[in-house]
């Protein structure tokens, strides 16, 4: 787990905390469910200033959303989700109702989720967010700089993101970054600490400027917001920094003013920040973990220029000196050697002016006691009473009147009571609240279905169905209920109707757990062998069937390193090969500079390196094999290369597939992301879910023709409507042989499976249906169906499998 230190910070000095309202982070509240218990929930969420909402709003807001999360099961993308749809709708509400005034509420959201070891982001409207590890910087933005915002539309745009955390690092989070913010500035001496990351984001900051910076170190779970001051600004744009405090103004001068205090505001001049430790940890243990992690002078609550004198007449100064005293008397003198010369001086400085205030406090004292008693003493008389009542009721009459009841039973008597009344009203929260918040999200969702089910436009009663799933999500945090699950089947099954998806029910193909730093881009189903590439290790994993699942066979050897015939370097991809090749392998696989390797259970690989081309290298991402041909996809040489095998060697030079003459439409290779190959035709697939079909004629004046097909629906009640590829992430194309031919298309946001005939109509959408099976990744990074119709779908470092009809 980690610890989560929050630092908002803005460059203006006069802008008070609170306009910084949103960014905030959060810890599991009393019984969350099973999923969300270990996870921590980090919110930066902004209002464009055309209409603000009140500051308490927005953050009855952020609460709600916060609760929901750790109510929310599934998936960290699908909880993540349903809150944006959630603030979405509630923003939407908003301007409906101030639409006559003409002012509109947009928003942006940054909602990151710290998952085992690694973050996953979901982010809506435009909005940034920086994370910064000892690998390097990563940004995570909309690039085509096109997203609304929250508030505008009922189905809102979001991106998902996923970092790796490892021993931990920086998150940065703000809504218009600064140009000075690159691996160059920000890291120019390698990995840096708080105060020279601090200086280097106020770098040439705007006045107006704000950001939310997260250091996040290994922990258990603890969450500390740190309010810092703004710093002055110099006229160059640089932060100054902060005197650095002698030693003998670290010891015994630090000093917190409680809430509500009389010198909370009594600052000096020089203070950094005001530490609001959250879940109950102190400033001292906060300031050790940050000396441990680099958190340096940026955690301590008071600092003085060096030879600085302080004024210890002022009233401010005079309670802090006594405060710290162990009687709490003012004229208290510690022992020698006990506190620093400065501590000395201040314990020892004239204290008439604190006079007042002691005998300010002495009567308080006095007044809130004689009140305490007064109330101890009519809750006696009231108890006595009731008692007293009982007993005549009970008990018979004897000479002397009633038994008197001890003075022990009074005071039991007035413990129970009210532990009985919270306990009660507890019960009929319990039972009552939780039971009307319930049924209240399930009503909005049982209006929002009939709604659907009246309408005839597709896509209003689309919306009015997502909207349905989103109210029973918020159902589902209160009760679990049989109704509740048949409304979200009836949700689901119209969704997939309205779609043309097809639900296919997915599970575990792996028995045990692959390592979590594993990231599976590539499968291969080979009969009862299970090939998967994983992209982090450069290797390939090996795994059998068997009648529970596959067992990874760690023996296999499919990776980087020196073999027979050279050197491999890390794989990017593999191919599977006709078993009839000459080394009777299973797979090809090849490394971003042009070495291959025959890969297969029992034998060490087998290196070879492809012959050179003319003109510019690059590196390989994909490959294809068809007909003894291999085609490398080189997107840095704007390329497709291809090469003849002559008996499981590659001997001749390659050519390049579009030097063909009297061609003049080669299509942009460095858009493309994947190819795939059946006989004479070359599909090419780019990130926007669009393809590219080139085709061999043959014929001499036009031997290549590539166009960009256009897809056509064919499912039933939709037939040869064109189809638009809805937008998305898709990441992986494949071809698929007789008996059932067909080109499929990853959609990695969604994990829908789009399965296309060969003159590219849509006759399938396969819908990923996970059940209660919980994937780390937000993203679908790879999969293959089998002649067999088994599908293999991959989520990072888990893989599952289903029955594709």
Known sequence: MYDLNLFPISGNQEQPFHKLIGFQAAEPLRRPVRSRAEDRLIVYFSIKEEAQAPVAVQQSWLDRLMHTFYKTSGSVTSALRSLIETLNLTLMEQ?????????MMTGAINLVAVHRRHLYFAQSGLTHAFTITHQGLQHFYDSSQMDRGLGLSRTPTIRYFQADLGTGGYLIMADTPLKTWTELQLLSDGYPNLEQLRRRLLNQAPPDFRLGLVQIVPGDGHIHTIQPTAHPVASDGLAEPAAQPQDDDLKPEIDIPKPGSPDEHLK??????????????????????????????QSRPETHKPGEKRDMSQPGHEARASAQTPSGRADFRPEPG?????????????????????????????????KFFAWWRRIREKASGVVNHLIARWLPEGGDGLSKPSRGTYLLIAVIVPLLVVAFSVGIYLSRGRAM???????????????????????????????????????????????????????????????????????????GALSPEINITRIVSYGPDLYLLDAAGGRVIHATRESQGYTVNDRFVCASGNFGGGRIEPLVDMVSLPINNPYQAHLLVIDSTGTVAYCAPGMDPVVQRLPSAQGSTGEITRIAFENNHLFALNPTANT?????????????????????????????????????????????????????????????????????????????????????????SYVSLLYTPPPDPAISILDATHADIYRFSLRFRLHQRVRSELGDYEVDSPLATGFTIGIDRIGFIAFGHQVFYGYVD
């Not at 010369?341 to 809130?368: C, H, M, N, R, Y």
């Open 640 to 728: 497709i290369r291809v090469y003849k095998s002559t008996n499981g060697r590659f001997l001749d030079a390659p050519f390049d597939f579009f030097e063909r003459e009297n061609f003049n439409g080669k299509p942009d290779i460095t858009a493309i992301i994947d190819l795939a190959v059946n006989g004479a035709e070359l599909y090419l697939l780019r990130a926007d879910g669009q393809m590219v079909d080139c085709v061999s004629t043959g014929l001499p004046g036009n031997p290549l023709i590539c166009e960009k097909p256009v897809f056509e629906d064919g499912r039933p009640g939709k037939d040869g409507q064109p189809v638009v590829m809805p937008e998305s």
């Open 268 to 297: 000096d001049d020089t203070q950094e920040v005001v530490v609001q430790p959250t879940g109950g940890a102190s400033y001292e243990g906060l300031e050790a973990e940050g000396q441990k992690h680099d958190v340096g002078s």
């Open 338 to 370: 006990r506190v620093s010369e400065k501590k000395q001086k201040a314990t020892t400085a004239d204290d008439t002016g604190f006079k007042p205030q002691w005998a300010l406090v002495q009567s308080l004292s006095i007044e809130g006691l004689t």
């Open 437 to 511: 918040q319930y049924q209240y999200y399930f009503d909005q969702a049982a209006i929002a279905s009939q709604s659907a089910s009246a309408l005839d436009d597709p896509i209003i009663a689309r919306q009015e169905w997502i909207d349905t799933l989103n109210y029973l999500d918020q159902a589902a945090a209160f009760r679990e209920t049989d109704e509740l699950e048949q409304l979200r089947k009836e949700a689901q099954i119209a969704l997939d109707y309205l779609d043309g998806a097809i639900r296919v029910s997915f599970h575990p193909a792996i028995m």
């Open 95 to 103: 301007n409906l109702k101030s639409a006559q005034e003409g002012a």
